[in-house]
């Protein structure tokens, strides 16, 4: 019997880099909780990038962990309470990350929410 592509890669030491993700770049998006803007976010840059969503607080449905960390190759913050929240965790010097100024006042895929994050990050590459 064949291996399947997941078998293949939780029998790496690395899950987070495999080869079956692909080479776009993958970018994780964090908000407080990770449900309503960072998914957003994760949602409507899907096609560009390896997306992620996460969040910044404990209570967070995923939480920032090491591996999501490891995984990114930028990390983008909704704005700058929750960049602050995880400042001390990680060596943000060798990560490229991004700080955006998006309140917590929008609905998941509300029209005004994809708006602020296109206007402040449409030109990120």
Same mark, same amino acid.
């Given at each position: 019997?064949? %291996? ?6 939780? &029998? ?12 776009? %770049? !993958?970018?994780? =998006? ?16 899907? !096609?560009? @990038? ?20 490891? @995984?990114?190759?930028? +990390? +983008? =913050?909704?704005? %700058? ?10 060596? @943000?010097? &060798?990560? &490229? ?14 029209? !005004? ?7 402040? =990050?449409?030109? +990120?590459?």
């Amino acid at each position: 019997m064949s %291996k399947t592509l997941t078998s293949l890669i939780y &029998e790496c030491s690395c899950p987070w880099d495999n080869p079956y993700q692909g080479k776009d %770049k !993958k970018v994780l =998006f964090v908000c407080s909780a990770g449900i309503l803007r960072s998914a957003t976010a994760a949602r409507i840059y899907a !096609k560009k @990038w390896n997306t992620r969503a996460c969040g910044s607080h404990p209570f967070a449905l995923i939480p920032l962990s090491t591996n999501l960390f490891v @995984w990114a190759d930028m +990390v +983008v =913050f909704v704005n %700058k309470e929750n960049f602050k929240a995880v400042e001390d965790l990680f060596p @943000w010097d &060798e990560k &490229e990350h991004v700080v955006l100024d998006i309140p917590d006042m929008y609905e998941h895929m509300h029209p !005004k929410l994809i708006e602020c994050f296109k206007e402040q =990050f449409s030109d +990120v590459e």
